[in-house]
T-cell receptor, first 117, second 113 residues
Framework: EAGVVQSPRYKIIEKKQPVAFWCNPI?????LYWYLQNLGQGPELLIR????????DSQLPKDRFSAERLKGVDSTLKIQPAELGDSAVYLC???????????????FGEGSRLTVL | GNSVTQMEGPVTLSEEAFLTINCTYT??????LFWYVQYPGEGLQLLLK?????DKGSNKGFEATYRKETTSFHLEKGSVQVSDSAVYFC????????????FGSGTRLSIRP
């Protein structure tokens, strides 16, 4: 069974440029998460989707970040414009069922490492 | 609020040494507790979990016991191997905010042959 797939693995851009990350969750997983991981820190939730609905986006900086999951399967996270402080790893995870998070059964992709120059 | 504090790394041990990585938590309600591991070049994966006080989670020789009285969930292994070199994250979730898992800052473990 294929795991969570993310792309690109690495991205280097100049500040003020846009960037987009793509995530394809495990087949059948209806809950999808985007996490931000700064160097030396643990992941922090940006947004959680149940199917195509964003049910928790309270930590998403909406002035420059946006996300979508139009058909309830794959998802895109966009930053426009990027700032130096956005340099981090962007993790996507998925789980089976809306309450799966309470059991800890999240499946993570390898992440997309962003460097903003 | 809910939070997790784990010992800072890096931790460097020799093969076959005993491992302890400390984790304490603060939570409203009754959290479930987890250890996630991130091997080099791979995504985070669930290592073990415990969902109520006094439960012991175990996997791959690792163990952690949910201690409500000390609000702790320390990770232990009796004899580490080089292949255990990774970053370990303690985490919790509280049922009232289901599907929001809060992670600690991670502890990097390096095992010398």
């Amino acid at each position: 069974e294929a795991g969570v797939v993310q792309s690109p693995r690495y991205k280097i851009i100049e500040k003020k440029q846009p960037v987009a990350f793509w995530c394809n969750p495990i087949s059948g997983h209806n809950t999808l998460y985007w996490y931000l991981q700064n160097l030396g820190q643990g992941p922090e939730l940006l947004i959680r989707y149940e199917n195509e609905e964003a049910v928790d986006d309270s930590q998403l900086p909406k002035d420059r970040f946006s996300a979508e999951r139009l058909k309830g399967v794959d998802s895109t996270l966009k930053i426009q414009p990027a700032e130096l402080g956005d340099s981090a790893v962007y993790l996507c995870a998925s789980s089976l069922g809306s309450l799966a998070g309470s059991t800890g059964e999240l499946f993570f992709g390898e992440g997309s490492r962003l460097t903003v120059l | 609020g809910n939070s997790v504090t784990q010992m800072e790394g890096p931790v460097t041990l020799s093969e076959e040494a005993f491992l302890t990585i400390n984790c304490t938590y603060t939570a409203t309600g009754y959290p479930s507790l987890f250890w996630y591991v991130q091997y080099p070049g791979e995504g985070l994966q669930l290592l073990l979990k415990a969902t109520k006080a006094d439960d012991k989670g175990s996997n791959k020789g690792f163990e952690a016991t949910y201690r409500k009285e000390t609000t702790s969930f320390h990770l232990e292994k009796g004899s580490v191997q080089v292949s255990d070199s990774a970053v370990y994250f303690c985490a919790l979730t509280v049922y009232s905010s289901a599907s929001k898992i809060i992670f600690g800052s991670g502890t990097r473990l390096s095992i010398r042959p």
